[in-house]
């Protein structure tokens, strides 16, 4: 594997800031927020100094009970060969169920979710993983995630889901010990047997990010300053093997690039510490173990499954019988509140026209209304909502979100068409009410 060194995750926010710091050996990009044609100048600078680049997608969902979208896979395998990266990274999770296979509304989560850790799933994993490989022009490696709640009746350790994954298919592993530390707050779960339960040679590299605690609950926020409790299990790991790569994530609320700086030293200190402690080199991987035939109704037992749980975390339906109803509540109210902070930033117009309303206005509307065509077209259904109940009370902002919402409905913006088409024209009388 590739050694990577020390990494930053790429945002916009602290692009320039990233590109005077000094020691960047490598930076972590979202695949899905850059376009393979129109790379940012500040990636193509990063580029030719040198820096790998690394394209991590959110959007596969690996976990889910489908099988891969060979839209995604294509447009994920274009931004690794625009980027010319020598991996790319994904998750071990699923964001959206129903559909066909369950017979039931498809629903988008808008976050990451944890799988199952049952045979089902890991064998459904399995197979989309190899679909995703041979897909994919360079290897993939995927990321364990942090989780609120816990599925009943699991099967499997962590450490056991992964070391089978890995051993079955190939595929690499991104360890992300800021979510081992996660799921030993929210899940009683034990790093340290996570650690030594993996296969060591699998790893591809190693993210560190900050969080915050409430309530007795553990938040990934990557918003926050990396914890003790984190760069501790990142010695513990480097203890055990050398990561060929760790990289910072910061995802809001960025600091001054100093305090980023300082974060990046933290991490680079965590490792230098478990360095000694390493007893001999990590063992040589095995091969790949034959996958076998995915057993029968294996997607349709996981399909139901994840299909009941997002409904009853995104359109209020009872909670499946064996979850914890007020993890549920917890993970429920997260996925809202990252709902309207994300449409806030896909639409920034809507806070501007709502001003302090807005959130309020959106989680009302988020409640028993579930995504299921991306932020964007949520964005859209939520003017929509607005206007059709005679709202914002104000004319003048009425006016101009029934302007912004015109513009932005149709196949292309209001302001290219020829004409309004005649079809929607009672409808957008009413709008104008």
């Given at each position: 594997m590739e050694r990577l060194g020390t990494g930053i995750g790429w945002r916009p926010e602290i692009a320039d800031a990233v590109e005077r710091m000094p020691g960047i050996d490598w930076v972590e990009v979202v695949a899905e927020n850059?376009?393979?044609g129109h790379l940012p100048e500040s990636l193509l600078r990063l580029r030719e100094r040198g820096v790998t680049v690394v394209p991590h997608g959110v959007s596969l969902g690996l976990g889910g009970a489908d099988r891969p979208d060979a839209d995604r896979l294509a447009a994920l395998a274009e931004r690794a060969e625009a980027l010319g990266s020598p991996l790319v990274t994904e998750h071990i999770a699923f964001v959206r169920a129903g559909g066909p296979l369950t017979a039931s509304p498809r629903l988008e989560a808008g976050h990451l979710l944890p799988v199952p850790r049952t045979r089902d799933a890991l064998d459904v994993l399995c197979q989309n993983i190899r679909v995703a490989q041979d897909a994919l022009p360079v290897p993939l490696a995927v990321?364990?995630?942090a989780a609120l709640f816990s599925w009943p009746d699991e099967e499997l350790t962590e450490?056991?889901?992964l070391y089978e994954l890995a051993d079955r298919t190939g595929v690499r592993l991104l360890i992300d010990v800021a979510n081992l530390h996660t799921n030993h707050v929210n899940r009683g779960e034990d790093p340290a047997r996570?650690?030594?339960?993996?296969?060591?040679?699998?790893?591809?590299?190693?993210?560190?990010a900050g969080g915050f605690e409430r309530d007795g609950v553990w938040h990934d926020s990557h918003a926050h300053p990396v914890p003790r409790p984190v760069l501790g299990i990142l010695a513990d790991l480097a203890s055990r093997v050398t990561p060929p790569g760790v990289l910072l994530e910061r995802d809001e609320n960025f600091p001054e690039p100093a305090e980023l700086r300082r974060e990046l030293a933290a991490v680079r200190e965590a490792v230098e510490q478990g360095a000694p402690a390493r007893a001999a080199a990590p063992a040589e991987g095995s091969a790949p173990r034959a996958a076998g035939q995915e057993r029968p109704r294996a997607r349709q037992r996981l399909g139901l499954a994840q299909a009941a749980l997002l409904s009853a975390l995104v359109a209020g339906t009872p909670a499946p019988e064996g979850f914890d109803r007020v993890r549920l509540g917890v993970q429920a109210r997260a996925l809202t509140a990252k709902r309207a902070g994300v449409v806030a930033k896909v639409a920034p117009e809507l806070p501007e026209i709502l001003g302090d309303a807005y959130r309020p206005a959106?989680?009302?509307?988020?409640?028993?209304?579930?995504?299921?065509g991306g932020y964007r077209r949520?964005?859209?259904d939520f003017a929509e909502h607005l206007l059709l109940a005679g709202r914002p009370e104000q004319a003048g902002a009425r006016r101009e979100l029934r302007e912004w919402w015109l513009e932005r409905s149709g196949p292309a913006p209001r302001s290219r068409r020829p004409a309004v088409r005649l079809a929607r024209a009672a409808r957008r009388a009413l709008l104008r009410r």
């Open positions: 850059v376009c393979p990321e364990n995630i450490g056991q889901f996570a650690l030594a339960e993996l296969p060591l040679e699998a790893i591809a590299y190693v993210h560190v959106f989680l009302a509307y988020a409640q028993g209304r579930p995504m299921t949520d964005a859209l």
